[in-house]
């Protein structure tokens, strides 16, 4: 750093002013040294400014895994909003590590990154998230008090499904999803729905479940639940979608996330299943797979670049010590969504 001051004829100060993007630096200054910098070959030390900020500028993204369209598409989202905040994601897919979200848990405690954007599954009870002290928020998921938590608005999801269903005229819906364990997981709220009978749960995801199903009962439109296995378990998805023509040869409408959706209309078209007149299809997320998957698949979406962004904030906020005082009109957020029409539905 001496000899770049030098070769600039400017101060120590100076030089540190320009790397740290400092104020008060004239236009012909910073020039000066950032081509004192380039003649030099001269690397400012990252880990030795961060250790002065007591910052290192990098951001755990923990997600179920990375194999998935859903969370490869949130992910990229997430690495675009986080790096416009100059800060880095560090992915950390869950079902692909040993042990899972401790690895990252141990580095925010040990600081080795800044706060964590958590959208996996969690065994770890509230007073567990809640005494790591540390900046942390959730996407679509109650992870205890005081943590902000990001999600979709899935009553409306809810609504936008249902509205396509009962105007098309269909008399069995089928909703193809993950295991009914995965609602269990931390006490939030007990529901009574569609033979889901009261099941506590941390997943704000869980509403369109419970609003789907009322939505569907008032309009005298039978519908029914069907496991499609773990997010991860793509031949689990593959015997949903072949099963559920087996158990419910009368369905003639399906909503499931964009991967199972696909499939469920690979089998039907193998079935001479007419697509959308004797069966429509509906996919929950409206990531790149409903725009490939052979027909254009109309889909509920989800505005991945504003949770992106908004989650991003949020932890920005925490790592930058902004009040709690200032949060909590917003620690619970939804985002709305919207309708992606497509070729399979009437």
């Known amino acids: 750093m001496r000899d770049v001051a030098k070769k600039a004829g400017v101060s120590l100060s100076t030089v540190s002013l320009v790397i740290n993007n400092g104020e008060h630096v004239s236009d012909d200054v910073r020039s000066r040294v950032e081509w004192a910098m380039d003649a030099l070959n001269y690397v400012p030390n990252e880990l030795a400014r961060n250790l002065s900020k007591n910052r290192t500028n990098m951001v755990g993204v923990i997600m179920p895994t990375l194999r998935h369209p ?29 042990r899972g979200e401790e690895e990252y848990i141990d580095m925010l405690r ?119 296995g773990e997010v991860d378990d793509f031949a689990a998805h593959e015997r949903a979608a072949h099963e559920v023509f087996e158990q419910f040869p009368d369905v003639d409408a399906i909503v499931s996330s964009d991967i199972v959706a696909s499939l469920c209309m690979q089998e039907a078209l193998r079935r001479n299943i007419n697509i959308p007149h004797d069966l429509q299809i509906i996919a929950y997320d409206g990531t790149f797979v409903a725009k490939i998957a052979g027909m254009r ?50």
């Open 70 to 98: 859903f969370f490869a598409t949130l992910f990229a989202s997430l690495q675009t909003a986080l790096e416009e905040r100059g800060m880095l994601a560090l992915p950390c897919s869950t079902s692909d590590m040993k």
């Open 110 to 228: 040990r600081r080795m990154m800044d706060g964590i954007i958590m959208g996996a599954h969690t065994s770890h009870s509230s007073d567990y998230w809640t005494s790591i002290g540390r900046p942390i928020v959730a996407f679509d998921r109650y992870l205890g008090p005081g943590i902000p938590m990001i999600g979709s608005d899935h009553g409306l999801g809810a609504k936008l499904a249902a509205d396509i269903i009962i105007q098309s005229g269909a008399k069995h819906v089928v909703n193809l999803s993950g295991p009914l364990s995965q609602f269990h997981d931390l006490p939030r709220a007990v529901v009574d729905f569609g033979g889901l009978t009261g099941l506590n749960t941390s997943f704000p995801s869980l509403e369109y479940y419970a609003e789907i199903d009322e939505l569907l009962r008032e309009a005298g439109i039978r519908w029914n639940y069907m496991e499609a």
């Open 297 to 346: 698949m109309t889909a509920i979406r989800q505005d991945f670049d504003a949770i992106a962004s908004t989650l991003s904030r949020y932890l920005l906020d925490e790592i930058q010590g902004k009040p709690t005082s200032e949060l909590e009109d917003s620690y619970a957020q939804v985002l709305p969504m919207t309708v992606q029409l497509g070729d399979t539905t009437r």
